[in-house]
């Protein structure tokens, strides 16, 4: 089967966060299981009551649970949702060389590639366990891949994390990390200021010195990235419920993606810094700083094998991303670990969402050899 009917399959699947993804990765799993490779599946509910699957197919058939393996090829199978007038979201379609579909880019174009490599692999002839690792829930926060780097149900050398970077070896990334602030005030009637206290104006206040965070940050700086440090985001306020009344609380969300090598509290803490400040002059200054995700950057250095091996098989030298990964959870199991797919992650999660078909075979190639390099007999 093609590199392109793979793919077909996958995209015909509805896979998108919010629903099950049982279907998927039940289907890979048979898929895994007809190329010779073991399939352990890895069941759990997430916080909506919703079944998930996580697949860990790995050659040869004994290996034992815990075990390392030398090269994981790592995928996430579900998807952003799609918008109801996209109504080919979910048939792969192919113009002018590209292939339009949901998942086409981020990231089942990948997981398409690893299959088509594994098919063109003698498995038989490799003296180094191979892994394919495909995750549930990447989208909302790499939840399924924590799980499975808290499970540890194996160890890993090598890490090829699928996602869309145009064939670019990236041997590091920036963490993601968000946080719910809550400023607090006294509601009271909008004719008498003094008899009340407007959260909305204290949190203006916080809005502003956080600012001043950012720019502090900036000089804790990582050369590779672009930008070269650690990014801050106010992306949503609300506050206040009615024009006339003084506003009792105001809520922000505060979004950051710090650099590898950096406390990915940093920022956190900084902001509450600045909230103490304002306490100083305003005793009944209320403030919380509630963090909800916590992930820091991670970082392959660039002479090691993987990154020279890709380097080599796609001519072109390893960079950074600035978006979130599933390569901080490989890191914990123990791998030097690259993100690397084909397609370009500006055209992913958007309606039209699609991946080069030349890209899409370069990537089933690449990957082919890469299995065949470090699994085969020869590796050191």
């Known amino acids: 089967m093609s590199v392109e009917e793979i ?32 399939a352990r599946l890895y069941p759990y509910t997430d916080e909506q009551g919703v079944k998930k699957l996580q697949l860990v197919a790995v050659y040869p058939k004994d290996f034992e649970d815990g075990g390392e393996v030398e090269l994981a090829l790592v995928g996430h199978t579900d998807t952003v949702p799609f918008a109801p007038s996209w109504g080919e979201a979910l048939k792969l379609t192919e113009r002018d060389g590209k292939l339009y579909g949901r ?34 829930d990447e989208e909302v926060g790499c939840l399924g891949a924590k799980r499975l780097a808290e499970a540890r149900p194996f160890r890993a050398r090598h890490a090829v994390v699928g996602e869309p970077t145009s064939l670019r070896p990236m041997r590091a990334g920036k963490g993601y990390c968000l946080a719910e602030v809550v400023v607090r005030g006294r509601e009271g009637h909008s004719a008498y200021p003094a008899l009340g206290a407007s959260a909305i104006t204290r ?18 700086r990582h050369d590779a990235f672009d930008p070269p440090h650690t990014t801050v985001n106010v992306g ?28 990915p509290e940093l920022a956190a803490d900084l902001v509450r810094r600045e909230a103490e400040h304002l306490r100083a002059s305003d005793e009944d200054f209320d403030c919380e700083v509630v963090v909800s995700r916590l992930d820091g950057g991670a970082e392959t250095r660039g002479d090691a094998p993987l990154v020279a091996a890709l380097e080599g098989l796609t ?20 791998a030097d670990a690259v ?24 990537c089933a190639r690449i990957l ?13």
């Open 236 to 263: 949503l306020i609300s506050g206040g419920t009615a024009k006339n009344v003084i506003a009792g609380e105001c809520r922000f969300t505060l979004e950051w993606r710090p650099v590898p090598g950096q406390p």
């Open 7 to 38: 793919l077909a399959g996958l995209v015909a699947i509805d896979s998108t966060s919010a629903r099950s993804n049982v279907e998927i990765v039940s289907h890979l799993a048979a898929r895994a299981e007809a190329l010779g490779l073991c």
């Open 103 to 136: 998942g086409a880019c981020d990231t089942k174009g990948f997981i398409a590639a690893a299959l088509a490599a594994l098919e063109e692999v003698d498995l038989a002839r490799l003296a180094r366990p191979v892994a394919l690792v495909l995750t549930a």
């Open 368 to 380: 082919r050899r890469t299995i065949e390099r470090f699994c085969g007999a020869g590796h050191q």
């Open 315 to 334: 001519g072109q030298t390893a960079g950074t991303v600035s978006f979130g990964t599933e390569a901080p959870q490989m890191a914990e199991l123990g």
């Open 203 to 220: 949190a203006a206040r916080l809005v502003t010195r956080i600012e001043a965070v950012a720019e502090e940050l900036t000089a804790l």
């Open 339 to 362: 993100v690397f797919g084909p397609g370009d992650i500006r055209v992913a999660h958007r309606t039209g969402e699609f991946v080069p078909a030349s890209e899409l075979r370069d």
